[in-house]
């Protein structure tokens, strides 16, 4: 069943041109039409006070599901906004799997900023093996299939480059992430690592924080928790980059059913500095 979608290059294109021309259009119809445009009855917060969730996530999502559905064959999916306060854990181990993130970075999305763009992906037994992201303000468009690369399109002049990270080892290490999802008594730590010992920045989109590694403009990724939906492309474009992304703690390889930290790196050496510098032999968290 997977050999049929992207066992040959006339399907994989199928594959993308769907995907691409439905995020194209999903954020011409709704979720352009909110940008700049919400009122406050049309923000919630769902797990914590600044984790939120809009008009315009339900919506496109709603929008994106139906048309995805069938597709291929894939009659089940997850998403951000459907999923999250559910269990969904039944789901993660499909044969075929959509994975849909239709606002990564709502909080960007909320306040003006460019750094938010719409993602879906696909996954098999857990996992991911093609993702989407879509930044409609930059009107770039990245795909990555797993064994087949990773590709940016800039969709102004229909111009598609591979992405290839730099083979690169002494350079000034730059990255992006948080430590959400760590425990407190351990959290304010691993924080204060990556700030003392990187240039660490927050993006605050998982998809834009992956496309930025694979352009080399930074070096790692550390996220203090998984979701299949933030996740799957970053493990994705990162890997066919030529990055590393493994769980932070026992370098193990990611999955959709995986928990707690991760961290993708332009490579191997990168990897393991940013994670002594993050979480040193001798931490406690890395020792649980």
């Given at each position: 069943?997977?050999?049929?979608?992207?066992?040959?290059?006339?399907?994989?294109?199928?594959?993308?041109?769907?995907?691409?021309?439905?995020?194209?259009?999903?954020?011409?119809?709704?979720?352009?039409?909110?940008?700049?445009?919400?009122?406050?009855?049309?923000?919630?917060?769902?797990?914590?006070?600044?984790?939120?969730?809009?008009?315009?996530?339900?919506?496109?999502?709603?929008?994106?599901?139906?048309?995805?559905?069938?597709?291929?064959?894939?009659?089940?999916?997850?998403?951000?906004?459907?999923?999250?306060?559910?269990?969904?854990?039944?789901?993660?181990?499909?044969?075929?799997?959509?994975?849909?993130?239709?606002?990564?970075?709502?909080?960007?999305?909320?306040?003006?900023?460019?750094?938010?763009?719409?993602?879906?992906?696909?996954?098999?037994?857990?996992?991911?093996?093609?993702?989407?992201?879509?930044?409609?303000?930059?009107?770039?468009?990245?795909?990555?299939?797993?064994?087949?690369?990773?590709?940016?399109?800039?969709?102004?002049?229909?111009?598609?480059?591979?992405?290839?990270?730099?083979?690169?080892?002494?350079?000034?290490?730059?990255?992006?992430?948080?430590?959400?999802?760590?425990?407190?008594?351990?959290?304010?730590?691993?924080?204060?690592?990556?700030?003392?010992?990187?240039?660490?920045?927050?993006?605050?989109?998982?998809?834009?924080?992956?496309?930025?590694?694979?352009?080399?403009?930074?070096?790692?990724?550390?996220?203090?928790?998984?979701?299949?939906?933030?996740?799957?492309?970053?493990?994705?474009?990162?890997?066919?980059?030529?990055?590393?992304?493994?769980?932070?703690?026992?370098?193990?390889?990611?999955?959709?059913?995986?928990?707690?930290?991760?961290?993708?790196?332009?490579?191997?050496?990168?990897?393991?500095?940013?994670?002594?510098l993050a979480m040193p032999e001798n931490d406690p968290y890395r020792l649980i």
């Amino acid at each position: 069943m997977l050999q049929s979608i992207i066992g040959n290059i006339s399907q994989r294109d199928k594959l993308i041109d769907f995907v691409m021309n439905l995020l194209i259009e999903v954020n011409e119809k709704v979720i352009l039409s909110y940008f700049n445009n919400l009122k406050s009855n049309d923000i919630e917060t769902k797990s914590s006070v600044d984790d939120f969730v809009t008009v315009a996530d339900k919506k496109s999502e709603d929008w994106l599901s139906s048309r995805l559905l069938g597709f291929q064959n894939i009659s089940k999916f997850i998403g951000e906004e459907t999923s999250y306060n559910n269990n969904f854990s039944n789901l993660l181990n499909e044969p075929l799997l959509w994975i849909i993130d239709p606002i990564d970075g709502t909080k960007n999305y909320i306040k003006g900023s460019n750094n938010f763009c719409s993602m879906i992906s696909i996954s098999s037994y857990g996992v991911p093996f093609a993702t989407f992201v879509y930044q409609p303000l930059e009107k770039t468009f990245v795909y990555a299939i797993k064994d087949f690369g990773a590709y940016l399109v800039n969709l102004k002049n229909k111009q598609k480059t591979q992405l290839l990270i730099p083979k690169l080892i002494d350079i000034n290490i730059s990255g992006s992430g948080g430590t959400k999802g760590i425990p407190e008594l351990h959290r304010n730590r691993i924080m204060n690592n990556l700030k003392s010992n990187t240039n660490r920045i927050f993006i605050g989109s998982a998809g834009i924080e992956a496309i930025m590694l694979a352009l080399n403009k930074f070096q790692f990724i550390f996220h203090g928790r998984v979701t299949p939906w933030d996740h799957s492309p970053v493990n994705l474009i990162v890997e066919e980059s030529g990055g590393l992304v493994l769980m932070a703690r026992d370098r193990e390889v990611f999955n959709i059913r995986k928990s707690g930290p991760i961290l993708a790196a332009s490579n191997v050496e990168i990897w393991e500095k940013v994670r002594n510098l993050a979480m040193p032999e001798n931490d406690p968290y890395r020792l649980i």
